[in-house]
């Protein structure tokens, strides 16, 4: 069983950045790409962004180009979500997942965009 520590989360004010942190306990992760994703109350769960294994390749939903950032440090075994101007419609549970056990899922960090 892998398991998957998301953190970084907290309440911003709109415009503001914040930069969440994605942990998976089984070293191998690092083997395979990695997908931030989203889910706002009383929506389906989004794909936000992808990283490929040695981060080469990453892509974005459209709602979040060019505010948010996802990178990794496999010697960490850590992946990033950078946000940046975080609008209201940003506010929702952000979960890290990996290609390689893509059956688990973290507890997600709650992301609360409000002034």
């Known amino acids: 069983q892998m398991q998957l520590a998301e953190s970084g989360g907290g309440l911003v004010q709109p415009g503001g950045s914040l930069r969440l942190s994605c942990a998976p306990s089984?070293?191998?992760?690092?083997?395979?790409?990695l997908t931030w994703h989203r889910q706002a109350p009383g929506k389906e769960r989004e794909l936000v962004a992808f990283?490929?294994?040695?981060?080469?390749?990453?892509s974005y939903a459209d709602s979040v180009w060019g505010r948010f950032t996802i990178s990794r440090d496999n010697t960490k075994n850590t992946a990033y979500l950078q946000m940046t101007s975080l609008k209201f419609e940003d506010t929702a549970i952000y979960y890290c997942?990996?290609?390689?056990?893509?059956?688990?899922w973290g507890q997600g960090t709650q992301v609360t965009v409000s002034s």
């Open positions: 997942n990996s290609n390689y056990r893509p059956e688990y």
């Open positions: 089984d070293p191998r992760a690092t083997d395979y790409a």
């Open positions: 990283i490929s294994e040695t981060g080469s390749k990453t």
